[in-house]
């Protein structure tokens, strides 16, 4: 990798990197005998500002985490109850998820236990087997909220999920407030690309949190 330039412009050299791989793999003795390929066709260089590179890693943190909140924290701990995470550590995805998908805790909570209740029969929310795999991949989010806006499936379901002020208040009656903040968040620390990075948030969430952890 070739030093930043004054406008912080760095090159990245990708043959220069994989032979660098290849060394440290025949210098390991866990390998024995392994024949590889030293011999690379010609490859681009890639070249981006620092400012670039800070974007790209922002936005997969906060992927990150938002599949985190959802693993974690409405799946293991709010649906399952397997785990039981720190207070502090659950009003934070809580939060998050409010603040990046306008996703509210009970009805998340009441969907996927509806789900495990008529597992892969009529009336599962989400059933690969009952919608077909791809519906409930590209339209996970859909799916998910006919059965989040029926208030008789959240009043079942969502027994022991946060019923506090915050809930009642704030994250229940607002959720499109959260979202529209994260976009002028956005766009105030990023600018323009705070557009792209919103929009990345956005079309992820549905196919991995609705789509794939949820069916």
Same mark, same amino acid.
């Given at each position: 990798?070739?030093?930043?330039?004054?406008?912080?412009?760095?090159?990245?050299?990708?043959?220069?990197?994989?032979?660098?791989?290849?060394?440290?793999?025949?210098?390991?003795?866990?390998?024995?005998?392994?024949?590889?390929?030293?011999?690379?066709?010609?490859?681009?260089?890639?070249?981006?500002?620092?400012?670039?590179?800070?974007?790209?890693?922002?936005?997969?943190?906060?992927?990150?985490? +938002?599949?985190?909140?959802?693993?974690?924290?409405?799946?293991?701990?709010?649906?399952?109850?397997?785990?039981?995470?720190?207070?502090?550590?659950?009003?934070?995805?809580?939060?998050?998820?409010?603040?990046?998908?306008?996703?509210?805790?009970?009805?998340?909570?009441?969907?996927?236990?509806?789900?495990?209740?008529?597992?892969? !029969?009529?009336?599962?929310?989400? +059933?690969?087997?009952?919608?077909?795999? !791809? !519906?409930?991949?590209?339209?996970?989010?859909?799916?998910?909220?006919?059965?989040?806006?029926?208030?008789?499936?959240?009043? !079942?379901?969502?027994?022991?999920?946060?019923?506090?002020?915050?809930?009642?208040?704030?994250?229940?009656?607002?959720?499109?407030?959260?979202?529209? +903040?994260?976009?002028?968040?956005?766009?105030?620390?990023?600018?323009?690309?705070?557009?792209?990075?919103?929009?990345?948030?956005?079309?992820?969430?549905?196919?991995? +949190?609705?789509?794939?952890?949820?069916?």
């Amino acid at each position: 990798t070739l030093p930043a330039t004054r406008d912080g412009e760095a090159e990245i050299d990708l043959g220069e990197r994989m032979a660098e791989a290849i060394k440290m793999v025949r210098r390991g003795p866990q390998f024995g005998d392994v024949e590889v390929v030293t011999q690379f066709q010609p490859m681009p260089c890639l070249r981006a500002r620092r400012a670039e590179i800070d974007q790209v890693l922002v936005t997969l943190i906060m992927l990150q985490i +938002s599949m985190m909140a959802t693993t974690l924290y409405l799946h293991r701990d709010q649906a399952h109850r397997a785990i039981d995470l720190n207070p502090v550590l659950r009003h934070f995805f809580r939060f998050w998820m409010w603040l990046t998908s306008g996703m509210v805790t009970r009805e998340w909570a009441a969907v996927h236990r509806k789900h495990h209740a008529l597992c892969e !029969k009529p009336g599962d929310p989400h +059933s690969p087997v009952v919608f077909g795999l !791809k !519906k409930v991949l590209l339209e996970g989010a859909e799916l998910y909220r006919v059965d989040a806006r029926n208030p008789e499936v959240v009043a !079942k379901y969502s027994r022991g999920t946060p019923d506090d002020w915050m809930e009642r208040k704030v994250y229940l009656p607002h959720t499109t407030l959260g979202i529209y +903040s994260l976009l002028v968040l956005n766009v105030l620390l990023f600018g323009v690309i705070g557009i792209t990075i919103f929009a990345f948030q956005m079309a992820a969430m549905p196919i991995f +949190s609705a789509g794939i952890i949820n069916g």
